[in-house]
Nanobody, 124 residues
Framework: QLVESGGGLVQPGGSLRLSCAAS????????VGWYRQAPGAQRELVAA???????????FISDFVKGRFTISRDNAKNTVYLQMNNLKPEDTALYFC????????????????WGQGTQVTVSS
């Protein structure tokens, strides 16, 4: 089970940190990622990282968020984070965390595990 938290309403230029707590899986053995889906749009990959790598190394970061968002993980806490800085109105979306033993499945949108999502709204 994956449970996201940390979403909310923030003004443009602000920051949020999303958390995703995992239970019932061997978290450290899984690649993890964050997706988002804006109203009327397709779900898109935001960031992904493999298992076993450095805790803040991303295998993928979307060009739309590069330089503003950072993915990281804490295996001791079974948690993956998405630090979001300099938020823009176009970042408004429902954000989902994902996990799978294979990072390729996370990147291609077919991971085994999905959270329920946390809403991020960027508005003045």
């Amino acid at each position: 089970q994956l449970v996201e938290s940390g979403g909310g309403l923030v003004q443009p230029g602000g920051s949020l940190r999303l958390s995703c707590a995992a239970s019932g899986i061997m978290f450290s053995a899984n690649a993890v990622g964050w997706y988002r889906q804006a109203p009327g749009a397709q779900r898109e990959l935001v960031a992904a990282m493999r298992r076993g790598g450095p805790p803040d190394y991303a295998d993928f970061i979307s060009d739309f968020v590069k330089g503003r968002f950072t993915i990281s993980r804490d295996n001791a806490k079974n948690t993956v984070y998405l630090q979001m800085n300099n938020l823009k109105p176009e970042d408004t979306a429902l954000y989902f965390c994902t996990a799978d033993l294979n990072v390729a499945r996370v990147i291609t949108g077919t991971p085994t595990y999905w959270g329920q999502g946390t809403q991020v709204t960027v508005s003045s």
